[in-house]
């Protein structure tokens, strides 16, 4: 009885060298290309949260590039540091955009996602930019329960 290859061999008229030939090619094969994925420089926690900061802390950040770096942040899996916020926050105010504040305060909320304690240790440190910044938290407006 004979197997696959012997009648694949048999059925196109192969000879013993062609087959050991096709064999140590199977053997010897490689791929042509290969990916080597993160050689950049790994960023620190402190890195980011610093550039982050520069981010929206330039002095003459407009309303889009705001936005553009608040969806870029919560686009990453995690909840923005207090330093981060207060930074953005910040940037809200030199703009006059209460808007865009809260709905700051409202993605970190969401962004915490069924980690409840998040939220409120977030808020108890934003507190005093809050207060300073004159800005009222989605609870103390009421609209956190529509």
């Given at each position: 009885?004979?197997?696959?290859?012997?009648?694949l061999?048999?059925?196109h008229?192969?000879?013993?060298?062609?087959?050991?030939?096709?064999l140590?090619?199977a053997v010897?094969?490689?791929?042509?290309?290969?990916?080597?994925?993160?050689h950049?420089?790994?960023?620190t926690?402190?890195?980011?949260?610093?550039?982050?900061v520069?981010?929206?802390?330039?002095p003459?950040?407009?309303?889009w590039?705001?936005?553009?770096?608040?969806?870029?942040?919560?686009?990453?899996?995690?909840?923005?540091e207090?330093?981060i916020?207060?930074?953005?926050?910040?940037?809200?105010?030199?703009?006059?955009?209460?808007?865009s504040?809260?709905?700051?305060?409202?993605?970190?909320?969401?962004?915490?996602?069924?980690?409840?304690?998040?939220y409120?240790?977030?808020?108890?440190?934003?507190?005093?930019?809050?207060?300073?910044?004159?800005?009222?938290?989605?609870?103390?407006l009421?609209?956190?329960?529509?």
């Open positions: 009885e004979y197997d696959w290859f012997a009648r061999a048999y059925s008229k192969l000879t013993q060298g062609d087959i050991e030939a096709l140590n090619a010897s094969f490689t791929p042509l290309a290969s990916r080597c994925y993160s950049g420089k790994v960023e926690e402190e890195e980011f949260d610093s550039r982050w520069t981010y929206f802390s330039k003459d950040i407009d309303a590039e705001l936005r553009k770096g608040m969806n870029t942040l919560i686009g990453y899996d995690l909840v923005p207090p330093k916020l207060d930074s953005a926050l910040r940037a809200c105010r030199r703009l006059n955009d209460l808007a504040a809260i709905r700051i305060l409202e993605a970190v909320k969401d962004k915490a996602g069924p980690h409840k304690e998040i409120p240790y977030v808020i108890q440190e934003l507190k005093p930019t809050l207060t300073e910044l004159g800005i009222s938290t989605p609870e103390e009421g609209i956190d329960k529509l």
